[in-house]
């Protein structure tokens, strides 16, 4: 018994080892420009990069994103019938994941989760002293002094012949100029409706200043056998003519286009995603749609970002919610700055107020408001209620259109016991998605 027990620790011994090189350490990507100790456990995740990822876990998971994310797949197919299928076995596979018991992790992905925690204490213990940047060039990672970076920075904006202050923030004049351009181009014909459209920009925020360190050094190493006598390395010249005979044979052959497909990003879930992947190219073959999947723990967490962040009134594309006197909230979206469009709630809010005090609750102004007023304005009208402005509130982010109205309304239905939107605002939310609000 003793002799097989002494057997098995040795396998699990050498399975450890083999699980273990799959991480390999090399502390020579990280490169400490100061004075604080780095833990080896510590220095080895950084030495992995900012897209390192680990599998997440269930709290990690961020349904109102992954709902959109589902019928962002789905919009893509015409038939009624198929898309249905598809939307119905994605959240059969999603609705399995999420009551499913949490299951055992195995050794590695166990020592992942448990250095990156011990990372993530390590940031948090000196985040006034250091800070976690990717190089200039090479892509090493470089912990820097927060002081000598800001004195650094600092430096720069003395340069009076490059920077200069300015009282205001010339980002909406550039803006307007750029729009207008567009305008013109439009009627002459230049770019169609479409490209207009997209070009055109109505929430610019200014550009964010930041510095990266720089550590490379260029050799001056003379190595003769690679010049040519035009100065050009021959490594350059012979991949220059490759790619020039390759093109010349490709021209004369006569190439079948290959089959266009329709991508589309997915949260990257440990087997839910493979699972989803699974279904679309067994069962339904013919749609062409290829999941991309995105990850959404990794060490990028643990990178100083140098940019300053954005104020939070020129925010857009954002989900937020407006709370009430009495205790309910309005949930919308915007495109617009958020300072933007919390003034044309507060400017509606105000005219109704001003109306009811006039007692003009009958005159056509009125009812033309009430015809065409957001649930917001609603509310108002029928009740003496007050909205909170000035604690706006974020709940969610989009980069698309399509993306924010899924956003919108499934926060509207996860807050539908205190939500005053209208019934219609989640008529395009299909009832399936309510095991997963």
């Known amino acids: 018994m003793e002799k097989l027990r002494n057997k098995h620790l040795k396998k699990l011994e050498n399975l ?40 997440p876990e269930k709290s990690d998971i961020h349904w109102p994103k992954i709902i959109s994310e589902v019928e962002s797949i789905t919009n893509a197919i015409e038939e009624d019938d198929i898309r249905d299928e598809l939307r119905m076995d994605a959240v059969n596979i999603l609705k399995n994941y999420k009551t499913a018991p949490n299951s055992k992790d195995d050794y590695l992905v166990t020592h992942l989760k448990q250095t990156f925690k011990e990372t993530r204490y390590f940031m948090k213990d000196n985040k006034d002293d250091i800070m976690l940047m990717n190089a200039d060039k090479g892509g090493k990672t470089v912990v820097v002094s927060k002081e000598e970076y800001l004195t650094q920075m600092n430096k720069l904006l003395e340069d009076k012949s490059t920077y ?51 550590i490379h050094k260029l050799s001056t190493t003379d190595n003769s056998n690679r010049e040519l006598a035009n100065n050009y390395p021959s490594g350059v010249r012979n991949k220059l003519f490759a790619q020039q005979q390759q093109l010349v044979q490709n021209t004369q052959i006569n190439v079948q286009p290959k089959p266009t497909h329709i991508y589309r990003s997915f949260t990257n879930i440990p087997v839910v995603t493979a699972k989803l992947q699974k279904i679309i190219r067994t069962k339904f073959p013919s749609l062409n749609i290829k999941i991309v999947p995105r990850n959404i723990k990794t060490s990028k967490t643990f990178f100083t970002n140098p940019k300053d962040k954005i104020c939070p009134e020129q925010e857009s594309h954002i989900i937020y919610a407006i709370n009430c006197s009495c205790e309910k909230l309005y949930i919308g979206l915007t495109t617009q700055y958020k300072h933007t469009r919390k003034a044309q709630h507060e400017n509606e809010h105000n005219q109704v107020i001003t109306m009811k005090n006039n007692n003009l609750r009958n005159s056509q102004a009125w009812r033309e408001t009430a015809n065409s007023c957001t649930a917001l304005v609603k509310h108002v009208m029928e009740n003496d209620h007050q909205f909170d402005f000035n604690q706006m509130e974020t709940l969610d982010r989009g980069r698309r259109w399509n993306e924010l109205k899924m956003l919108e309304m499934v926060h509207i239905k996860k807050n539908e016991d205190k939500s005053i939107n209208l019934k219609s605002d989640v008529a395009n939310l299909h009832s399936i998605y309510n095991t997963l609000i």
């Open 164 to 214: 200069k202050k300015v009282n205001y923030d010339p980002t909406k004049r550039v803006q307007r100029k750029s729009n207008s351009l567009l305008k013109g181009l439009r009627t002459d014909g230049c770019i169609d409706k479409r490209e207009r459209r997209n070009l055109s920009r109505y929430n610019s925020v200014a550009p964010k200043l930041y510095g990266l360190p720089k």
């Open 16 to 55: 450890i080892i083999r699980c273990s090189s799959r991480t390999s350490e090399n502390h020579d990507w990280v490169c400490n420009l100061t004075n604080v100790d780095i833990p080896n456990k510590v220095k080895t995740f950084m030495s992995y990069g900012p897209k390192f990822a680990i599998p």
